[in-house]
Structures are given as structure tokens and as C-alpha cells.
């Protein structure tokens, strides 16, 4: 299995901007896609972003235009640049491999939008 420990999350007023880092206990070469996910208190988890092994992203209509996901395999890193936050996207980030493990969860990182 693999660890997963997020980071990177803050308070930001409506506009900002945020860097959220997924640091893996192992190599995530191997995984075919990482992706990000976010979860508001009392609804799913949904998936906001995901990264290919080969550079194809795909990102939730909600986000597209000012998410940006990448990948560092040498820092077994993955990064979630995001611009232009709005109050909506207030919630606790999640990174894992797309699909996901569940056993791979970590805490999260709470990013919170608001003037």
C-alpha cells in the first residue's frame, strides 16, 4: 500500500490562489493516474482532478480553467495549483490514484474560501 500525507491547505479570500502537495510514501511511477478529490461535510467525496502516467488531465466542470494538476515521480509528489477560488470550493483535498485505494486515504488538507 501507500501512504498519502496532503498539505498546503489554508484560509484564502475569494480570487486566491492555493498550492496543495500529496507527498506518497513510495514511487507513484507506477500508478497509471493520481488524482485529487475533495469531500464537503455531509456529501460523496467527488473527484476534482486526475494526472496520467502519460499527461492526460481531466478536471470536474466545476473546476476547469482554474485547477491545474501535476506530478513530480522523482519527489513522489503530486500538486494541485488553484486559482481563482471561489466559496464553493471550500473543503477538505484528498489525494490518491484514480480509482483509488481505499486502505490509501490520508487526513486531507482543509482549504477554506472565504472573505
Known amino acids: 500500500q501507500v501512504q498519502l500525507v496532503e498539505s498546503g491547505g489554508a484560509l484564502v479570500q475569494p480570487g486566491g490562489s492555493l498550492r496543495l502537495s500529496c507527498v506518497a510514501s513510495?514511487?507513484?511511477?507506477?500508478?497509471?493516474?493520481m488524482a485529487w478529490y475533495r469531500q464537503v461535510l455531509g456529501k460523496q467525496r467527488e473527484l476534482v482532478a486526475s494526472l496520467t502516467s502519460t499527461g492526460s488531465r481531466n478536471y470536474a466542470d466545476s473546476v476547469k480553467g482554474r485547477f491545474t494538476i501535476s506530478r513530480d515521480n522523482f519527489k513522489n509528489t503530486v500538486y494541485l495549483q488553484m486559482d481563482s477560488l471561489k466559496p464553493e470550493d471550500t473543503a477538505v483535498y484528498y489525494c490518491n490514484s484514480n480509482p483509488a485505494l481505499q486502505a490509501s486515504w490520508g487526513q486531507g488538507t482543509q482549504v477554506t474560501v472565504s472573505s
Open positions: 513510495r514511487s507513484i511511477f507506477s500508478f497509471s493516474a
